[in-house]
């Protein structure tokens, strides 16, 4: 190649197909609400070995966020790196009402595919349009059956090639199958766990209540947990079979906490702060890191280790360079963005969280908080609703359904975002900084509910 194409190529910002002298594959796994609860993260009752082992071979991030807890937005969010409102995926991306990405949005198949780059999705992809994410293969299966998405996980790598390859495995666990139960009951083919959890000795997290039908959704909650870190060990073995375990970078993340009343579709820490493992070849292994890390620095993550230019617009960055820190400088803010789950459950709100305090904006504080269908159906909710509880945990339900146009919360003296200090005089500057914050970011990423400022 000549010293003027190199610079042509430089200049336009083109990238050349990778060869398979450079090829550089990324896998990410994405399970389906899950929370932290997995061992390498602290829970002593989870089952998760292959995460653990995940984690003890590379990065795993301790305070790992996404931007968003429903579904289809978050996995937007992992897809193009913008905010909900940035790249327009509000909702849920099934049924007949839905909400669509922008059609000049381009996700990481549309990125990836100029360089060379065979893209593939097994089971869970939810979002919409096909056009925004042009994957090569979209393979359907049972995306609780993770032999069956092993063996499509094998299909998709051996076609492959020598061309370098983009994978999302979209587990289904361990999300609700409907609003009763996870799943347990089908029969899965042999080797696939089934793994028993006693519901007198779950952990109730702080947000729900200790009542008998919770620690029995719990229990039920947790072996679906086993059951998708053992499809992380199948397909990790797929990429070791095929000796491409050393060319490919992998990540494993949630798209939203837990699927109960307090976590899922909610911005609180139940809802974003979840599990990030990151492993790159030859990379120091058993690296705990403390950077704030949003799912809007996936993206471009992908973009950096795989050479394709990241576009100019995306917020986040790549998180490659700290791979190895445990205290890196400069990642101590994360950002959050909800306004739908299903298209019925407007309730705009705006988050900004740093190390020590969490800022809710709750833009459309007038109305109730939503629920999920699934959520609502569940157990848990309607135990909750038949006894009549004044409290959920450590919240008061009447809290948690009607909400103030602001949220102030301190973290380290309050880590279950009970006390709302936004109307405490003691805390005004902080107030004050984070609301500056929020705007600031606001602009940044073109939030059309800027218009709230001006009309409220």
């Known amino acids: 190649m000549t010293r003027w194409f190199v610079s042509l190529v430089v200049a336009l910002g083109l990238v050349m197909p990778a060869t398979a002298a450079g090829k550089k594959n990324v896998v990410l796994l994405v399970a389906d609400d899950l929370g932290m609860q997995v061992g390498c993260y602290g829970d002593r009752v989870a089952k998760t070995p292959n995460i653990d082992q995940l984690a003890a071979t590379g990065t795993r991030f301790t305070h790992g966020f996404a931007s968003v807890s429903s579904c289809s937005p978050s996995r937007a969010t992992l897809l193009t790196g913008m905010p909900t409102h ?118 109730v997290p702080p947000h729900l209540p200790d009542a008998p039908d919770v620690r029995a959704e719990l229990a039920d909650y947790y072996q679906s947990v086993a059951r998708m870190d053992h499809g992380v060990a199948l397909v990790l073995k797929v990429l070791e079979e095929a000796k491409q375990l050393d060319d490919t970078l992998v990540i494993f993340l949630s798209d939203n906490g837990m699927p109960f009343p307090g976590a899922k579709t909610t911005l609180y820490d139940a809802g974003v702060h979840l599990p990030l493992v990151v492993r790159k070849p030859g990379q120091k292994a058993g690296v705990a890191c403390g950077a704030m890390a949003s799912w809007t620095d996936i993206a471009p993550t992908v973009l950096d280790w795989t050479g394709v230019r990241a576009p100019a617009t995306l917020p986040g960055r790549s998180l490659l360079p700290v791979l190895e820190r445990e205290k890196p400088a400069g990642w101590d803010v994360v950002y959050g963005s909800h306004q739908f789950h299903e298209i019925t459950m ?92 929020c705007r600031e970011w606001q602009e940044k990423t073109a939030d059309p509910w800027l218009i709230k400022y001006k009309h409220e």
Not at 388 to 401: C, N
């Open 86 to 203: 940035m790249c327009g995926q509000y909702g849920l991306a099934h049924a007949e009402h839905n909400a669509h990405t922008f059609r000049k949005v381009k996700g990481l198949p549309a990125l990836l595919g100029p360089a060379g780059y065979r893209s593939g999705v097994i089971a869970k992809l939810h979002v919409l349009p096909r056009e925004v994410y042009p994957f090569d293969e979209e393979i359907a299966v049972n995306g609780r059956n993770v032999v069956q998405v092993a063996e499509k996980a094998r299909a998709f790598v051996a076609g492959c090639g020598d061309k370098p390859f983009f994978l999302l495995v979209g587990f289904v666990d361990p999300h609700r199958a409907g609003a009763k139960g996870f799943g347990n009951e089908i029969q899965y083919p042999r080797g696939v766990p089934a793994d028993a959890f006693d519901p007198k000795t779950v952990p």
């Open 346 to 437: 407007y309730y705009p709100t705006r988050m900004v969280r740093t190390r020590q305090y969490k800022y809710l904006l709750n833009l459309a504080h007038q109305l109730p908080f939503p629920h999920a269908g699934d959520l609502w159906g569940s157990e848990a909710w309607q135990g909750i609703l038949e006894r009549g509880d004044k409290m959920m945990g450590r919240r008061p339900v009447a809290v948690y359904l009607n909400r103030p146009r602001e949220e102030l919360y301190d973290l380290n003296s309050d880590p279950d975002e009970v006390k709302n200090l936004a109307t405490d005089p003691k805390y005004t500057d902080v107030l004050n900084d984070l609301r500056k914050e």
